[in-house]
C-alpha cells in the first residue's frame, strides 16, 4: 500500500469513528451507566465522589478523532467533519437540548482546530493534548450554561472527556513514532 493510500484508508477510518462518536454519546447518556436517573442521563463515575453522564467518554474520544482526521485528510476534511459531526448532533440531540448540544459541539471542535493546527507539526502529541483540553472545557462550559443555565456539573463534564484524551495520548504516541517510521507525513 503506497503511503498516500494508507494515509487516506486510516483517515477515512478516524473519520467514520468520529461521526460514531455522535450517536454513541446519545445512547450512552440514555442507556448505559452506574446510575441512571429517571428522565435523566445515565451517570458514570469519572473520579471519587464526582458522577458525569455516560456521554462525555464519546465527546473526549471525538476530540481526539477529529485530530486524526485533520492529520491523515488534512485541515477542509477537518473542518468538514466538524460541519458534519454539529448535523449529526443537531439530528440526534434530544429537542430540549439542541441549542446547547449544537453550539457545545461547533465550538468545541473548532477550538480544538484553531489549537491543534498551528502545533500539530511539530508536536503532535502535545497539539493533540492542548487542543483537546481547550475543546473539552470549551464544550462543557457552553453545553452546561446554554443547557442548565448552571455550571454545577462542570468538574465532571471535563475530568470525564479528559479521561478519554489521557487514555488516548500514549497512542497518538505510537502513532507519531510509527508515521516517522513509515515515512507519513500530515496531510
Known amino acids: 500500500m503506497t503511503r498516500d493510500r494508507q494515509r487516506l484508508t486510516e483517515g477515512i477510518i478516524a473519520l467514520v469513528l468520529f461521526g460514531l462518536t455522535i450517536p454513541a454519546a446519545n445512547w450512552l447518556i440514555g442507556n448505559a451507566g452506574s446510575v441512571c436517573v429517571p428522565d435523566g442521563p445515565c451517570l458514570v463515575p469519572v473520579w471519587p465522589g464526582i458522577m458525569a453522564p455516560s456521554g462525555v467518554l464519546m465527546v473526549g474520544l471525538a476530540l481526539v478523532l477529529r485530530d486524526i482526521v485533520q492529520r491523515r485528510l488534512g485541515p477542509l476534511a477537518g473542518l468538514g467533519a466538524i460541519a458534519v459531526g454539529t448535523l449529526i448532533s443537531a439530528m440526534l440531540a434530544?429537542?430540549?437540548?439542541?441549542?446547547?448540544?449544537?453550539?457545545?459541539?461547533?465550538?468545541?471542535?473548532?477550538a480544538d482546530f484553531a489549537v491543534y493546527t498551528p502545533l500539530q507539526r511539530r508536536r503532535f502529541?502535545?497539539?493533540?493534548?492542548?487542543?483537546s483540553v481547550i475543546g473539552l472545557v470549551v464544550d462543557s462550559l457552553v453545553f452546561l450554561y446554554l443547557a442548565f443555565g448552571s455550571l454545577d456539573f462542570l468538574a465532571g463534564q471535563i475530568i470525564g472527556k479528559a479521561w478519554m484524551v489521557l487514555l488516548a495520548l500514549p497512542l497518538m504516541h505510537l502513532l507519531r513514532r510509527r508515521d516517522e517510521r513509515l515515512g507519513l507525513v500530515a496531510a
Open 94 to 110: 434530544p429537542p430540549a437540548i439542541v441549542l446547547a448540544s449544537v453550539a457545545a459541539f461547533l465550538l468545541s471542535e473548532l
Open 125 to 131: 502529541v502535545t497539539a493533540v493534548f492542548a487542543s
